[in-house]
């Protein structure tokens, strides 16, 4: 088990309390949460990450924290509108090709998803909303409603400062609740069913007094990236040269380092190699896969075991055979 899950059933909620060695074995737990999740750790040296996520019928909140660099592409659950927020100032990070700033709010695009570069040390909210319940709150705010709503998707706000104090405070005293073991289960029934009719409007509040920007960006530099980023993807499991990636991205060897230096805050072939080892490891925490670990290093271009069994211990704080013990 590639992770330690702590489940509380309250009436209409479900919390879970999550550690997880690293950022990539989180990605699957999220499947569980239905998201569409792939975490590449761009750091070495393994870190724990903490989640907590609280399921309702209509409502869902979620914190996560990471202790090490991370690549984050995320499309989030059907059926509801997701949006995310930094908990307090953090390191910043980049969100699509732009800076995220801690005093923000953003609005995961249901297709695109959410692609972002975040910090160590880097601490969010998610919250979904079941969409009908959202197109009626908007309604509420004499907006124009599905019209409002699909011009807020995939857009990053940034209220005026302290606007996001009285949403942040609202879900981490919830959390705090319904996680206490000492509360009766009465009391965090009565927090949860306030937190499912508040949140909505304190949500659409923050939002509706800030600063809207679309975060795509039309640069050279970020479209070279956005297509190196798509053959990656479509590659996936092949193994692939810098040669090819520039190819692909239609730019030349320097821009593309530039690019990706600039988003990732490595080169390309470091994010490469990030990718194949993230790969590995996703493989051999699938307890289906029974291969030996050479042919599955293999599988990723790496033919020398005693480099790679190296450079997997120094990027994730275990031997490949440990990974596999879980």
Known sequence: MAYQSLETSLVNVLCQRITAPSAVDLSSVLTTLGWQAEFRQLDRGAEPVEAVALQGCTVGVMQIAFNNRVHQLAVAPEGCVTF????????????????????????????????????????????????????????????????????????????????????RSTIRSTMSIITDATISTMAKTAVWEELQADLPLLLLKAWGSGEQSFYIHSSSR??????????????????????????????????????????????????????????VRNTLLDGAETRPIIDIAADQGFWHMSKFAADYRRLFGELPSQTRRF
């Open 222 to 279: 970020a479209r070279a990236l956005k297509r190196a980023l798509e053959y990656i993807h479509a590659t996936e499991g092949q193994v692939i040269s810098i040669s090819q990636l520039c190819q692909q991205a239609c730019c030349s060897l320097s821009t593309l380092e530039r690019a990706f230096r600039e988003h990732f805050g490595v080169s390309p072939k470091q994010y490469l190699t990030a990718v194949r080892m993230c790969s």
């Open 84 to 167: 995310g927020i930094p908990t307090g100032p953090q390191a910043p990070g980049r969100i699509g090709r732009r800076p995220l700033p801690s005093e923000s709010l953003t609005c995961f695009h249901p297709v695109g998803g959410l692609d972002a570069v975040s910090q160590s040390g880097f601490s969010a909210y998610t919250i979904a909303i079941e969409t009908t319940l959202l197109m009626d709150t908007v309604a509420l705010f004499d907006r124009c409603g599905q019209t409002g709503l699909e011009a807020m998707l995939g857009v990053l706000v940034t209220p005026p400062p302290g606007q996001l104090a009285q949403l």
